[in-house]
């Protein structure tokens, strides 16, 4: 099976930054996407940013302009650097991967609290 290994979670302030990792291992058939999702309490499970095959992204709304994804195939690792953290930033952001057979595989999750 696939894992997926997630670190970077923190305490932060307002303004602060954070970069979160997410490594994935096993018998990958082949990535198709991997992106990242956040959960705030009482709130659903949100698409924050993702990567495809070729090197597209995209990005929520809330995010733009401040959060950016990137990945090393060769490592098949996926990161997020979030910049100017704003409080609703605080979730459990949690990594997905997409094979391209369609199979998807999530991380455990990760806290980013962002609180003064």
């Known amino acids: 099976q696939v894992q997926l290994v997630e670190s970077g979670g923190d305490l932060v302030q307002p303004g602060g930054s954070l970069r979160l990792s997410c490594a994935a291992s096993?018998?990958?058939?082949?990535?198709?996407?991997m992106g990242w999702y956040r959960q705030a309490p009482g709130k659903e499970r949100e698409l924050v940013a993702a990567i495809f095959s070729g090197g597209f992204t995209d990005y929520a709304d809330s995010v733009k302009g401040r959060f950016t994804i990137s990945r090393d195939n060769a490592e098949n690792t996926v990161y997020l650097q979030m910049n100017r953290l704003k409080p609703e930033d605080t979730a459990v952001y949690y990594c997905?991967?997409?094979?391209?057979?369609?199979?998807?595989?999530w991380g455990q999750g990760t806290q980013v609290t962002v609180s003064s």
């Open positions: 997905k991967l997409a094979q391209s057979d369609g199979q998807e595989y």
């Open positions: 096993g018998s990958i058939f082949g990535i198709w996407v």
